[in-house]
């Protein structure tokens, strides 16, 4: 168990809709950090944030977008969805300091089927 | 893209070691070796990491190579938990941008 938990472990949505996904990170932890993987494929970087703010982005549209809160636990929200937005959404966590990144821990992640 | 290269499958024995390679070829000189396991319908789970010097955890091993081009992920005795896609991963932990880029890694086929 990484202590990082993901709701809801399921959902089903229509295209053209909008979807919310929730991530806690583990207790000390800073960053919470959001990939999308893609049925057989490694999962790849949606974006970063550090104390309440986006630190990097990977190569995903506008209507990706996140949060994070001052209990630092984070939301991914995704606009106007697409087919190709079914996936497996998996946060993870992690301590950043002056010294650098630490090893992040996954959740075990939201299953979202677009219909 | 990923800055590593794995087999894309593995099959070993039950009880048996698995030596599990990757090669990163441009790997800079800050660049942490880190490796991370996903079993079936769960998140990565963080295996092992290190820097230049062979490292042991109570998971697994990691030998580098000495110029730092290759590694191996060494489980001592496989069991069928082990069954996994197992990804080799380089990361500047330095670097407070870093992002993890994950490649297809390998699967891991444990034969019982």
């Known amino acids: 168990e990484t202590g990082v938990t993901q709701s809801p472990t399921h959902l089903i949505k229509t295209r053209g809709q909008q979807v919310t996904l929730r991530c806690s990170s583990q207790?000390?932890?800073?960053?919470v950090s959001w990939y999308q993987q893609a049925l057989g494929q490694g999962p790849q970087f949606i974006f970063q944030?550090?104390?309440?703010?986006?630190?990097g982005r990977g190569n995903f549209p506008p209507r990706f977008s996140g949060l994070q809160f001052p209990n630092y636990s984070s939301e991914l929200n995704v606009n106007a969805l697409e087919l190709d937005d079914s996936a497996l959404y998996l946060c993870?966590?992690?301590?950043?300091?002056?010294?650098?990144?630490?090893?992040?821990?996954f959740g075990p992640g939201t299953r979202l089927l677009v219909l | 893209d990923a800055k590593t290269t794995q087999p894309n499958s593995m099959e070993s024995n039950e009880e048996e070691p698995v030596h599990l390679p990757c090669n990163h070829s441009t790997i800079s000189g800050t660049d942490y070796i880190h490796w991370y396991r996903q079993l079936p319908s769960q998140g990565p789970e963080y295996v092992i990491h290190?820097?230049?010097s062979n490292v042991n955890n109570r998971m697994a091993s990691l030998a580098i190579a000495e110029d730092r081009k290759s590694s191996t992920l060494i489980l001592h005795r496989a069991t069928l938990r082990d069954a996994a896609v197992y990804y080799c991963i380089l990361r500047d932990l330095m670097n407070r941008d870093d992002k993890i880029i994950f490649g297809k890694g390998t699967r891991l086929h444990i034969l019982p």
């Open positions: 993870a966590s992690s301590l950043l300091t002056s010294g650098g990144q630490e090893t992040q821990y």
């Open positions: 290190g820097l230049t």
């Open positions: 207790s000390g932890h800073n960053t």
């Open positions: 944030y550090y104390r309440e703010e986006e630190n």
